[in-house]
């Protein structure tokens, strides 16, 4: 079965930083590339980056761009998400999602997501 | 404010079609494929429909998709009370993706 299970998230002040995670298992994680995807409470969705399968090739939303960091280590099975000069707009519950292809692009689709690590940045 | 328009709110009775719109542009919708996430209270997002009308194993018949020129639909019939939900479709734009707001669908 595949199975997304993110972590790292939690209360955090305006400026700072954190680290999330996302542990795959269930599939060959290398074939695959990999997105983050948040969603503020009570808000739509929205995507925020994405990695290929060799992290060759990367995309940040504007909102978040200079701020973030993706990365993935595939001998571990895991993304991540370096998350600096957090913003009060920054809260959100922070999905990983499996992309259907190994390079991210307009005929692909996320499959499955996890459950979301939740971030909320308040003084 | 979504780059991709969804209402957002739908409603209908048990067995009746509802159908929910997602309006874009020609960035977008216009030049590739659409996918739709069903979000039942309290979970992560599912996907519902992928690649404008394909349905991944297991989602029931009920849900269909199509697009045409830079507007998608998806339509459920045979409306279930578990169908209430939260519905997102979405589409890659200029190396990134993009979602609608979502569309609350609530069964009376």
């Not at chain 1, 997105?35 to 939303?61: C, T």
């Not at chain 1, 993304?79 to 990983?96: F, V």
């Not at chain 2, 542009?25 to 039942?40: A, D, E, F, H, K």
Request: aromatic share 10%; hydrophobic share 30%.
């Amino acid at each position: 079965e595949v199975q997304l299970v993110e972590s790292g998230g939690g209360l955090v002040q305006p400026g700072r930083s954190l680290r999330l995670s996302c542990a795959a298992s269930g599939f060959t994680f290398d074939d695959y590339a990999m997105h983050w995807v948040r969603q503020a409470p009570g808000k739509g969705l929205e995507w925020v980056s994405g990695i290929s399968w060799n992290s060759g090739s990367i995309g940040y939303a504007d909102s978040v761009k200079g701020r973030f960091t993706i990365s993935r280590d595939n001998a571990k099975n895991s993304l991540y998400l370096q998350m600096n000069s957090l913003r009060a707009e920054d809260t959100a519950l922070y999905y990983c999602a499996k992309d259907s292809l190994a390079v991210a692009g307009p005929y692909n689709w996320f499959d499955p997501w996890g459950q979301g690590t939740l971030v909320t940045v308040s003084s | 404010q979504s780059v991709l328009t969804q209402p957002p709110s739908a409603s209908g009775t048990p067995g009746q079609r509802v159908t929910i719109s997602c309006s874009g542009s020609s960035s977008n919708i216009g030049s590739n494929t659409v996918n739709w996430y069903q979000q039942l209270p309290g979970t992560a997002p599912k996907l519902l429909i992928y690649s404008n009308n394909q349905r991944p194993s297991g989602v029931p018949d009920r849900f269909s998709g199509s697009k045409s020129g830079t507007s998608a639909s998806l339509a459920i019939s045979g409306l279930q009370s578990e169908d209430e939900a939260d519905y997102y479709c979405a589409a890659w734009d200029d190396s990134r993706w993009v979602f609608g707001g979502g569309t609350k669908l609530t069964v009376l």
